[in-house]
T-cell receptor
Framework: AQSVTQPDIHITVSEGASLELRCNYS??????LFWSVQYPNQGLQLLLK??????LVKGINGFEAEFNKSQTSFHLRKPSVHISDTAEYFC??????????FGSGTKLNVKP | NAGVTQTPKFRVLKTGQSMTLLCAQD?????MYWYRQDPGMGLRLIHY???????AKGEVPDGYNVSRLKKQNFLLGLESAAPSQTSVYFC?????????????FGAGSRLTVL
């Protein structure tokens, strides 16, 4: 069965620290992989996506993610976080939007 | 700004009441989707539409109906609201259903059923 696991519900980091948000998935084939961000009272915005090719994907606002097929993971990273990165982050997998699978989300709090 | 607009943003209902959420997009997208978001869970697809006049069931369709009479509008209806339908509802649209394209979300509609 297809599923997405984000094991960390809440993460708090200090401004300027590095960040890794974990995502593991279960899918029948190699899917498209996505990370999205949700700021309070807003819809989801795409940070980055992996479709094929290079396993290291760079997105907006300095975020990047690495697709690891053997570990079925797609962890999100940022070298130095800013207070404005405080938000909830969702990992999602799927090749078609009508059969998309979202993780339960990780709430990130960046403290001064 | 072009995008996806949802109305209303907030609504409180009593059990058994009915209501309709409206989603409008001005990007000429063929595909439109309704999701619900609950605490500790990711978004789950309720219904979707692949074009004007079409609708299809998603992962959690029970208790909801939808209509796509105009290409730019996708309506989500609750005929008899239940407390289990308390949630935040998101509409989204896309050019087609390929994950290679962009899925654009609205800002959400928060529904509370008492």
């Amino acid at each position: 069965a297809q599923s997405v696991t984000q094991p960390d519900i809440h993460i708090t980091v200090s401004e300027g620290a590095s960040l890794e948000l974990r995502c593991n998935y279960s899918y029948g084939a190699t899917p498209y992989l996505f990370w999205s961000v949700q700021y309070p009272n807003q819809g989801l915005q795409l940070l980055l996506k992996y479709l094929s090719g290079s396993t290291l994907v760079k997105g907006i606002n300095g975020f990047e993610a690495e697709f690891n097929k053997s570990q079925t993971s797609f962890h999100l990273r940022k070298p130095s976080v800013h207070i404005s990165d405080t938000a909830e982050y969702f990992c999602a997998v799927g090749n078609n939007f009508n059969k998309f699978y979202f993780g339960s989300g990780t709430k990130l709090n960046v403290k001064p | 700004n072009a995008g996806v607009t949802q109305t209303p943003k907030f609504r409180v209902l009593k059990t058994g009441q009915s209501m309709t959420l409206l989603c409008a997009q001005d990007m000429n997208h063929e595909y439109m989707y309704w999701y619900r978001q609950d605490p500790g869970m990711g978004l789950r697809l309720i219904h979707y539409s692949v074009g004007e006049g079409t609708t299809a069931k998603g992962e959690v369709p029970d208790g909801y109906n939808v209509s796509r009479l105009k290409k730019q509008n996708f309506l989500l209806g609750l005929e008899s609201a239940a407390p289990s339908q308390t949630s935040v509802y998101f509409c989204a649209s896309s050019y087609d259903d390929s994950g290679a394209n962009v899925l654009t979300f609205g800002a959400g509609s928060r529904l509370t059923v008492l």
